[in-house]
């Protein structure tokens, strides 16, 4: 299936050739958004796609700027949002658009909504972020990964024993406690994916379901839209780990 | 809850249909100049700044893409020869959105005169020139101050590109639009990127209220008159040195 653009195209780019698919996974940290996207990497290579993956701050152009610049938190919510953009685009034009141009299966861990999303609940217009974003690839297929913030603040607190500056909205001053911050925060953040889910078609899914359960879900819907039959999987060894 | 604390980003409409700095709700004011390279804007900004600074005012002086912000990001962008006009546009509209919200607006809040060599019109013109569509870059820019002049110098294409070519041993591959593929030659593919550019500023004239300003005009002639301009449309007692 083409995949098209939201507004003008991108220049130069001829949306015919585009005979790759865009797959986006979206949800919060915690909502088990990375797990998934390196099972259905294996399975799609094991069903004989090649996959290509984008993220955020992956860019060669400005991914390590935008580290050094959350690091020192100087930095305006505006300036920020627009070196993420920058960052979105780099890839999507270096990387992503040759992919789908040799027909490869893009999976993108987060994509444009959080994007706007980040930056709409900091108080920058959204008719402003859609304004940027227009010229960006409209994916196949969104999913979001639904969880609830105390669930989320439960496994990332489980992973990596603290929770991040940014993910719990902390230069917002939402909260001096760092529990309250971040389920605040994220509440927000899930009124914002409530809207763009109602604007841009989402498909949502329990994130809070098992990993193998949330796996299913995908490959059910991944595989009508790539017209293949074979949604059998078994994580090899090396991701046995993961499956739950 | 989140609340947008900053008037920036609030307006959608182009930069032209709103209102000035003065009725904008800040004490100071801004005076932009505008033009292709060698039209001698960047002389007559400096006499005009010069003159300023000798009587005592409190102003600001203020150049495009000087903040160190994205300098390695350009920097590293131009050697590889990597950015599209797309990444080259968010690079210097990241730059740009970091120098208004950190330097620009504080300072007009704060009663400074801002003088500023080159403003969004550069983008304007330029980005327009590498294939960026005009209605995609006045969004980019939307949250910028509308300035309450804004100057264009403008010299005949030869005479400008003279300037510039004699004056610089080599010109760079982006400064000379090679991105575009325009042409082979250096010099040639600058003065059709320049062509391309001059035009765009051309068709701002009436849309962006500039005040036309003869680049071949002797340069204590044109500045006499930019002076004369400046206080005619700009209060300058507001910006006077305090009487003891």
Not at chain 1, 50 to 61: C, D, I, K, Q
């Amino acid at each position: 299936m083409a995949a098209r653009f939201y507004g003008l195209p991108l220049p130069g780019i001829r949306p015919e050739e585009l005979s790759g698919s865009l797959i986006v996974v979206e949800g919060a940290d915690g909502s088990g958004r990375s797990t998934q996207i390196s099972l259905l990497t294996e399975w799609l290579e094991s069903e004989g796609f090649a996959v290509e993956t984008m993220g955020l701050r992956r860019s060669y152009l400005v991914g390590e700027d935008i580290d050094g610049l959350l690091a020192e938190n100087a930095v305006t919510r505006l300036t920020l949002a627009l070196m993420y953009s920058t960052d979105f685009f780099d890839q999507l034009e270096r990387r992503i658009l040759p992919a789908l141009r040799s027909g490869l299966i893009v999976l993108a861990d987060r994509y444009i909504f959080t994007l706007i999303a980040r930056a709409a609940v900091r108080g920058i217009s959204r008719d402003y972020l859609h304004g940027i974003y227009e010229i960006a690839l409209r994916p196949d297929l969104t999913f979001w990964l639904n969880v609830r913030p105390e669930v989320a603040f439960d496994r990332e607190f489980k992973k990596s024993q603290t929770i991040s500056y940014w993910e719990s909205g902390r230069d917002m001053s939402l909260s001096n406690d760092l529990f309250q911050s971040f389920v605040r925060y994220q509440l927000l953040m899930k009124q914002e994916f409530e809207y763009l889910s109602n604007r841009h078609g989402f498909i949502e899914l329990d994130g809070e379901a098992s990993v193998s359960e949330v796996n299913r879900a995908l490959r059910t819907r991944i595989a009508s839209h790539l017209a293949i039959r074979g949604t059998q999987y078994k994580p090899s060894h090396a991701l046995a780990h993961l499956w739950r | 809850m989140a609340t947008a604390t900053s008037e920036v980003l609030t307006a959608e409409r182009p930069l032209a249909e709103r209102a000035p700095a003065r009725q904008a709700g800040y004490p100071g004011a801004l005076v932009v100049v505008e033009g292709i390279d060698g039209s001698g804007k960047s002389t007559q900004l400096y006499l005009l700044k010069r003159w300023l600074e000798i009587g005592g005012y409190r102003i600001h002086f203020t150049e495009w893409n000087s903040s160190p912000l994205v300098k390695s990001a350009t920097r590293r962008g131009k050697q590889r020869r990597m950015l599209t006009p797309t990444t080259f546009s968010l690079l210097h509209a990241a730059d740009f959105a970091d120098r208004c919200e950190r330097q620009i607006l504080p300072l007009l809040h704060g009663g400074y005169l801002v003088l500023a060599d080159r403003y969004v019109y550069t983008a304007f013109a330029r980005d327009a020139a590498r294939g960026c569509s005009p209605h995609w870059l006045r969004n980019l820019y939307s949250f910028a101050p509308v300035p309450d002049i804004t100057f264009y110098f403008r010299a005949p294409l030869e005479v400008a590109v003279n300037r510039i070519v004699a004056g610089r041993p080599k010109l760079k591959y982006y400064e000379a639009g090679m991105d575009l593929g325009l042409s082979l030659d250096r010099a040639e593919s600058f003065r059709i990127f320049q062509e391309r550019i001059l035009s765009n500023y051309d068709q701002m004239i009436e849309t962006d209220r500039f005040v036309l300003m003869d680049g071949t005009v002797r340069v204590n002639r044109l500045q006499r008159l930019m002076r004369q301009l400046v206080a005619e449309r700009v209060d300058l007692t507001r910006f006077a040195p305090k009487k003891k």
